[in-house]
């Protein structure tokens, strides 16, 4: 139930590649489960094939001014031509390339994991009923 819900989630925040709903896995816990006692299952998003998840649930700091195109920052005038900063270049360096806001912009995060946990006294009600249901078929009335 929780995974049915994180996917829903991931479904109302509108799809732009699909890399985040692809990404999205639910994995049973062989270490953690005990056969006949305990069953723990994970639900997350492979960082791997969507790095921008965290940016999604938890928000980010908005520095540059995007161009009017969707295609990234502005490059600030007499900086064209010149190769863009490296991913590990510092801040002001970064700043010296692209149009920085007056402020920066933060942008809220939109809990798609964390959200769905509301839904864990349904599934822990859900797990009752499916125990009882094996219980019974093995003839434990």
């Known amino acids: 139930m929780i995974y049915d819900r994180v996917k829903l989630n991931v479904s109302a925040l509108g799809r732009v590649t699909g890399k985040l709903d692809r990404s999205i896995y639910q994995y049973y816990s062989t270490e953690k489960s005990v056969d006949g006692e305990r069953a723990e299952y994970h639900v997350s998003w492979n960082h791997k094939k969507a790095p921008h998840g965290h940016l999604l649930e938890w928000g980010w700091l908005q520095r540059y001014v995007y161009r009017p195109d ?72």
Request: proline share 10%; glycine share 12%.
């Open 70 to 141: 969707g295609m990234g920052p502005m490059v600030r005038p007499g900086m064209e031509g010149k190769p863009k900063p490296k991913r590990r270049a510092s801040q002001a360096e970064k700043d010296a390339y692209y149009v920085t806001l007056p402020v920066p912009k933060q942008i809220a995060g939109k809990a798609f994991m964390r959200s769905a946990e509301s839904s864990m006294p349904e599934a822990q009600k859900a797990a009752e009923q499916e125990l009882l249901r094996r219980i019974r078929g093995k003839g434990g009335g």
